[in-house]
DNA sequence: TTCCAGGGGTAGA
DNA sequence: TCTACCCATGGA
């Protein structure tokens, strides 16, 4: 599979003046962006040498904007975008990239735990996320018993089909909302990604979304337990243990482990010998809430530093 | 041809 | 709660 992994169009047409968001202290730009590999899942275009990313959006007024950030002067973002409100691309960024989200003290616990100082060093925590929980949820089940090249390509399929082109490059899209998916009689939506068994799930969550059966919003009620928020995750079909662990990390919940094929590589290669997903699930016990978020940023061995599963393109 | 990949759903014990 | 089996897809 092969697209352009950023583009960088006529800014003397488009260009409008940056928007400079001030980080928080302990926000990396670099490791949010590779925090795992959903920088590498369309509509995102990352831009590596630079350490940048640009994303093609659909806004809430139905105008498709490609909107950019890179690193600034004194550890501000700058961000530009060919439409909307300031504060509408403000918001998203602040949501892909969870910078309204404290890690105070899970660097203070990281700090204070032997083998983990480098992840509050580094200033890991937070993980690149897309603007709605509905990407998330579809793209989380697309990872799911399939290779990583399938995952893209998946993906791809799936907005370059549905997704609303972007004026000044139709052939960029953004990603599709519920409603452009429901849209499509399952059958068609099934021939078009290749998504396999996945279809249904994926075409089924877009249909209740867009009829209003399924509100996805709700889950970012912060006084929801992450035990109710789980089980409100584990009653979508196509969403299992895995599923509902990762996308806890994106709303912020790092205390459940989405135990996939490479966290029972590591811990196994720690252990020296096979283990289950029960084992790997209890050599993160003793990490209590922010279990999660040190698996996602164990600093394992073999791998030198780093992020849990950051696949490389 | 067979296996399996950043698992999930289901039936049966 | 645990295990076994199946699930579409496509690359190795």
Same mark, same amino acid.
């Not at 849209?183 to 396999?196: I, K, N, Q």
């Given at each position: 599979?092969?697209?352009?992994?950023?583009?960088?169009?006529?800014?003397?047409? $488009?260009?409008?003046?940056?928007?400079?968001? *001030?980080?928080?202290?302990?926000?990396?730009?670099?490791?949010?962006?590779?925090?795992?590999?959903?920088?590498?899942?369309?509509?995102?275009?990352?831009?590596?040498?630079?350490?940048?990313?640009?994303?093609i959006?659909?806004?809430?007024?139905?105008?498709v904007?490609r909107?950019?950030?890179?690193?600034?002067?004194?550890?501000?973002?700058?961000?530009?975008? #060919?439409?909307? *409100?300031?504060?509408?691309?403000?918001?998203?960024?602040?949501?892909? &990239?969870?910078?309204?989200?404290?890690?105070?003290?899970?660097?203070?616990?990281?700090?204070?735990?032997?083998?983990?100082?480098?992840?509050?060093?580094?200033?890991?925590?937070?993980? &690149?996320?897309?603007?709605?929980?509905?990407?998330?949820?579809? +793209?989380?089940?697309?990872?799911?018993?399939?290779?990583?090249?399938?995952?893209?390509?998946?993906? +791809?399929?799936?907005?370059?089909?549905?997704?609303?082109p972007w004026p000044t490059d139709p052939?960029l +899209?953004?990603?599709?909302?519920?409603?452009?998916?429901?849209?499509?009689?399952?059958?068609?939506?099934?021939? *078009?990604?290749?998504?396999?068994?996945?279809?249904?799930?994926?075409?089924?969550?877009?249909?209740?979304?867009?009829?209003?059966?399924?509100?996805? #919003?709700?889950?970012?009620?912060?006084? &929801?337990?992450?035990?109710?928020?789980?089980?409100?995750?584990?009653?979508?079909?196509?969403?299992?243990?895995?599923?509902?662990?990762?996308?806890?990390?994106?709303?912020?919940?790092?205390?459940?482990?989405?135990?996939?094929?490479?966290?029972?590589?590591?811990?196994?290669?720690?252990?020296?010998?096979?283990?289950? #997903?029960?084992?790997?699930?209890?050599?993160? $016990?003793?990490?209590?809430?922010?279990?999660?978020?040190?698996?996602?940023?164990?600093?394992? +061995?073999?791998?030198?530093?780093?992020?849990?599963?950051?696949?490389?393109?």
């Amino acid at each position: 599979m092969s697209f352009e992994p950023w583009y960088t169009p006529d800014m003397s047409l $488009e260009r409008r003046p940056a928007i400079t968001i *001030t980080t928080p202290t302990d926000f990396s730009l670099f490791e949010t962006l590779h925090s795992h590999g959903w920088r590498h899942l369309l509509p995102f275009y990352p831009n590596d040498s630079t350490n940048s990313i640009a994303r093609i959006q659909r806004l809430g007024s139905g105008t498709v904007v490609r909107i950019s950030v890179a690193e600034g002067p004194a550890s501000n973002l700058m961000v530009e975008a #060919d439409g909307g *409100t300031p504060d509408e691309v403000e918001g998203i960024i602040r949501r892909i &990239l969870q910078l309204d989200r404290s890690l105070s003290d899970f660097h203070e616990y990281c700090s204070a735990t032997p083998g983990l100082a480098r992840i509050s060093l580094a200033r890991q925590g937070r993980m &690149l996320c897309s603007p709605t929980l509905f990407e998330d949820c579809l +793209k989380v089940i697309l990872t799911t018993n399939t290779t990583w090249a399938q995952t893209k390509g998946m993906v +791809k399929r799936l907005v370059d089909a549905y997704g609303s082109p972007w004026p000044t490059d139709p052939t960029l +899209k953004a990603f599709p909302t519920p409603e452009q998916i429901a849209a499509v009689p399952v059958d068609d939506f099934a021939a *078009t990604v290749r998504a396999g068994y996945r279809a249904q799930s994926l075409h089924g969550l877009a249909v209740d979304v867009a009829e209003g059966r399924t509100d996805l #919003d709700a889950l970012r009620d912060p006084s &929801l337990t992450s035990d109710d928020v789980l089980k409100r995750l584990l009653a979508l079909r196509g969403i299992g243990p895995y599923g509902a662990a990762c996308l806890l990390l994106y709303l912020g919940r790092g205390d459940r482990v989405n135990v996939d094929s490479w966290a029972r590589t590591l811990v196994g290669q720690e252990l020296g010998r096979k283990v289950t #997903d029960k084992e790997v699930v209890a050599f993160f $016990e003793p990490h209590g809430k922010w279990r999660g978020l040190v698996y996602s940023f164990y600093p394992w +061995k073999e791998r030198g530093a780093g992020a849990t599963a950051d696949v490389a393109a």
